[in-house]
């Protein structure tokens, strides 16, 4: 475990979006399957691995690949990881994931900064007895996706658009009426992970910037029927742009730690 300490900084990747780890100088990896108690990726796209290296100078711990609430883990099980990166001294969260665009103005393979999100999927992960030394039993949740660390992506990337995020919970995509509901009550994307380690983080006073990447237009915005295999596909085209902007945002949220 010494060897994926040093870094404040850390990156969730989610669907097909791995691939920003090859631009790690000195990387090092460890297997999730390889710490006691770690749940273990099972969905295609995730390849379920730590990875700590460097980008510039700075240091930066990658989790290629999560959990999700539709494989069977409980809720606390999910953010089991987040608590681990909290552990081993990481401040600041970037969490990725790829979803469906709800907002007509998203075209498919547009990154969107998270704004908000709504918890749509009937858990929470704080359920159950608080631990004080992580955090408040009743945290606030106004910022949770920091209004800094969004000026300042910004500033890196001044044309992206902002939304809110649905989370529910999977593993079978949305139908029509169901997105449309989701209209109604404000969101502008939809998906089934984030939530989850996003409030754990919160709970832990960690700084969180949310990235999505609109993978389809959701069920009833378009003509396609919906796959997991186009969803990890636009994650592998997409991932690129991403590797390009955490570039230039991961040694500015390091002069900001």
């Not at 609109?214 to 003509?223: F, K, P, R, S, T």
């Amino acid at each position: 475990m010494k060897k994926l300490s040093g870094a404040s900084i850390a990156v969730v990747l989610g669907s097909g979006l791995g691939a920003f780890a090859d631009k790690l100088r000195d990387p090092q990896y460890l297997e999730y399957k390889q710490i006691k108690d770690f749940p273990v990726s099972t969905v295609d796209g995730h390849s379920g691995r730590f990875v700590h290296g460097f980008i510039g100078e700075t240091p930066v711990l990658l989790m290629q690949g999560r959990v999700h609430r539709y494989e069977g883990y409980s809720a606390q099980q999910v953010i089991f990881p987040i608590r681990k990166l909290r552990e081993w001294g990481v401040k600041k969260l970037v969490v990725t994931n790829v979803s469906g665009g709800i907002n007509d103005s998203f075209g498919v393979g547009d990154w969107v900064l998270i704004r908000d999100h709504l918890n749509l999927t009937g858990d929470n992960p704080l359920i159950g007895k608080n631990d004080n030394k992580l955090g408040l039993r009743f945290p606030d949740m106004s910022d949770v996706y920091s209004a800094e660390l969004r000026k300042l992506a910004h500033s890196i990337n001044p044309d992206l658009k902002e939304g809110v995020y649905a989370g529910v919970l999977g593993p079978c995509y949305e139908t029509p009426a169901e997105i449309q509901m989701l209209k109604l009550l404000g969101a502008d994307m939809v998906g089934m992970s984030t939530v989850y380690e996003t409030i754990a983080a919160n709970h832990m006073d960690m700084d969180v910037l949310g990235l999505s990447c609109v993978a389809n237009l959701a069920a009833g915005m378009g003509v396609q029927k919906l796959s997991h295999e186009e969803v990890t596909e636009v994650g592998h085209k997409a991932s690129q742009k991403l590797g390009e902007f955490l570039v230039r945002l991961i040694p500015e949220l390091s002069s900001r730690a």
